[in-house]
């Protein structure tokens, strides 16, 4: 059975930072691309990261230079360090797993839980 | 940057009816890279629609996605208690952005 389990979410002041774990397990995490998907308080999904299994990395706009997505194919484990936090980044912190289409495109077939980031002073 | 909008913003229905949800892009998704998910209160998103028809693993066959270029729609032909939920359509493609529509509410009439 497909497991994605995450942590490390928690209350931040605005300006610090956190790093999220997602522990993988139930499949060959190497073989897999993977995502980071947050969901604030009461909204909709917006998808932040992605990782490939080539190791080729994707940001939106609304956190690159400040998250950095990472992974530890040794240890089943996805990482979001995330740095310089906002008000706005408060959100619920979901990672996903890709699949590929056989057209190239990457959706997401299953999701963990999601910890919840709450940047407030 | 592909924008989704998604109608009606809720839908109210009964148990047993047929549900049509429609999402529309502002731009062409090429090759149907378009995918519907459930998400229920407090629960991550669950994956029913991929290529904007295949029907993910386990998915129900009153589940079904259809469309192509710039409107899809996902209809639940027979509604049962547990398919109340909030859907989101989603498009996807080699690279991204990858965005989501902003979310279509069923609930309960």
């Known amino acids: 059975e497909v497991q994605l389990v995450e942590s490390g979410g928690g209350l931040v002041q605005p300006g610090g930072s956190l790093r999220l774990s997602c522990a993988a397990s139930g499949f060959t995490f190497a073989s897999y691309g993977m995502h980071w998907v947050r969901q604030a308080p009461g909204k909709g999904l917006e998808w932040i990261s992605y990782?490939?299994?080539?190791?080729?990395?994707y940001y939106a706009d609304s956190v690159k230079g400040r998250f950095t997505i990472s992974r530890d194919n040794a240890k089943n484990s996805l990482y979001l360090q995330m740095n310089s936090l906002r008000d706005e980044d408060t959100a619920v912190y979901f990672c996903?797993?890709?699949?590929?289409?056989?057209?190239?495109?990457?959706?997401?077939?299953?999701w963990g839980q999601g910890t919840l980031v709450t940047v407030s002073s | 940057e592909i924008v989704l909008t998604q109608s009606p913003g809720t839908l109210s229905l009964s148990p047993g009816e047929r549900a049509t949800l429609s999402c529309r892009a502002s731009q062409r998704i090429t090759n149907n890279h378009l995918a519907w998910y459930q998400q229920k209160p407090g629960q991550a998103p669950r994956l029913l629609i991929y290529?904007?028809?295949s029907r993910a693993t386990g998915i129900p066959d009153r589940f079904s996605g259809s469309g192509s270029g710039t409107d899809f729609t996902l209809t639940i032909s027979r509604l049962e208690p547990e398919d109340f939920a909030v859907f989101y359509c989603h498009q996807y493609g080699s690279s991204p952005p990858y965005t989501f529509g902003q979310g279509t509410k069923l609930e309960i009439k």
């Open positions: 290529g904007a028809s």
């Open positions: 990782i490939s299994t080539s190791g080729t990395i």
């Open positions: 996903a797993r890709v699949r590929t289409d056989p057209y190239g495109g990457v959706y997401f077939d299953y």
